[in-house]
């Protein structure tokens, strides 16, 4: 699976911002996928994600009420619609897949197998 994210710039507090990540591959659907972040200087951390069929899903306490993860299994696309965004939001975000899981989901990094090159959110206070 490749993986191709977009949809990162310059917004405002309190704005919004839609990132997308494309795949490739028919195997998308099969994955649980999921969003990090990385500030800079600080460590990468989770964001949100997803399941298979996009039943279920999990978001870290800091986005959660503000960030909602989806997906579309027809058009190979992983999304993150962020609103109320914060100065702290500011990060590159990247997208993964998880070719282990289907139903459930991880937190950790380290489960993920395939990763997409990340796109640059910054908000502005």
């Known amino acids: 699976v490749q993986l191709q994210a977009s949809g990162g710039g310059l917004v405002q507090a309190g704005g919004s911002l839609r990132l997308s990540c494309a795949a490739s591959g028919r195997t998308f659907s099969s994955y649980a996928m999921g969003w990090f972040r990385q500030a800079p200087g600080k460590e990468r951390e989770f964001v949100a994600a997803i399941n298979w069929s996009g039943g279920g899903t999990d978001y870290a306490d800091s986005v959660k009420g503000r960030f909602t993860i989806s997906r579309d299994n027809a058009e190979n696309t992983l999304y993150l619609q962020m609103n109320s965004l914060k100065p702290e939001d500011t990060a590159v975000y990247c997208c993964?897949?998880?070719?282990?899981?289907?139903?459930?989901?991880?937190?950790?990094?380290?489960?993920?197998?395939?990763w997409g090159q990340g796109t640059l959110v910054t908000v502005s206070s």
């Open positions: 993964a897949a998880d070719r282990s899981r289907k139903l459930s989901m991880s937190r950790s990094a380290y489960a993920y197998d395939y």
